[in-house]
């Protein structure tokens, strides 16, 4: 029973244009949230994370967006650029500092 | 600040051989967690240490997996016997809450 759900394995985006990953969530109870991102042999990098009590944070390019009553976050970077090709993980959590639960990932490919 | 470091970074071995990953986190950091990464799928908790105890070792196979964290520092994971599903990658985590930080993890294969 998979608790974070990334439809999409992979997207593909011009540089310079908007990339928007989605992720959906199941459990209720997650109150707190992470963006990865992994390069191939390389462990996922933290990129930004956003709580319950919000419903937007941004840094710099990347911007998380929350609908807490739908179930869904997403991602948008903006300008994307070659180097955010990578994977994409959605993680959750009941608690801030708790384990995350994480989504199977979305590949982002950015063409220049 | 020196990052996670995990060793070794990959590693072949046959079914029903034992195997061990050793991981040393951030300075300072009471959490470490080792997660299983199999091909193609999200990264999935094993353990969760703080300091020396186990704070969630739930979906830790305990019949083949242990792990230590002796004086709350670094950890090591084994498997043993390994089985041909548990080629993955095992990543170890450490953190302050606010997002973790990953090491590059060991690439496991079992043939």
């Known amino acids: 029973d998979q608790q974070v759900k990334q439809n999409s394995p992979s997207l593909s985006v011009q540089e310079g244009r908007i990339s928007i990953l989605n992720c959906d969530y199941t459990?209720?109870?997650?109150?707190?949230f992470l963006w990865y991102k992994k390069y191939p042999a390389e462990g996922p990098t933290f990129l930004i994370s956003?709580?319950?009590?919000?419903d937007k944070n941004e840094d710099g390019r990347f911007t998380v967006f929350l609908n807490k009553s739908a179930k869904h976050l997403s991602l948008h970077i903006v300008p994307s650029q070659p180097g955010d090709s990578a994977v994409y993980f959605c993680a959750a959590s009941p608690y801030y500092g708790q384990n995350f639960v994480f989504g199977p990932g979305t590949r982002l490919s950015v063409l220049p | 600040e020196a990052g996670v470091a995990q060793s070794p970074r990959y590693k072949i071995i046959e079914k029903r051989q034992s195997v061990a990953f050793w991981c040393n986190p951030i300075s300072g950091h009471a959490t470490l967690y080792w997660y299983q990464q199999i091909l193609g799928q999200g990264p999935k908790l094993l353990i969760q240490?703080?300091?020396?105890?186990?704070?969630?070792d739930s979906q830790l196979p305990k019949d083949r997996f242990s792990a230590e964290r002796l004086k709350g520092v670094d950890s090591t994971l084994k498997i043993q016997p390994a089985k041909l599903e548990d080629s993955a990658v095992y990543l170890c985590?450490?953190?302050?809450?606010?997002?973790?930080?990953f090491g590059s993890g060991t690439r496991l294969t079992v043939v």
């Open positions: 459990n209720s109870m997650f109150d707190y």
């Open positions: 956003i709580s319950s009590i919000k």
């Open positions: 240490f703080q300091n020396n105890g186990v704070v969630d």
């Open positions: 985590a450490s953190g302050t809450g606010d997002g973790y930080t």
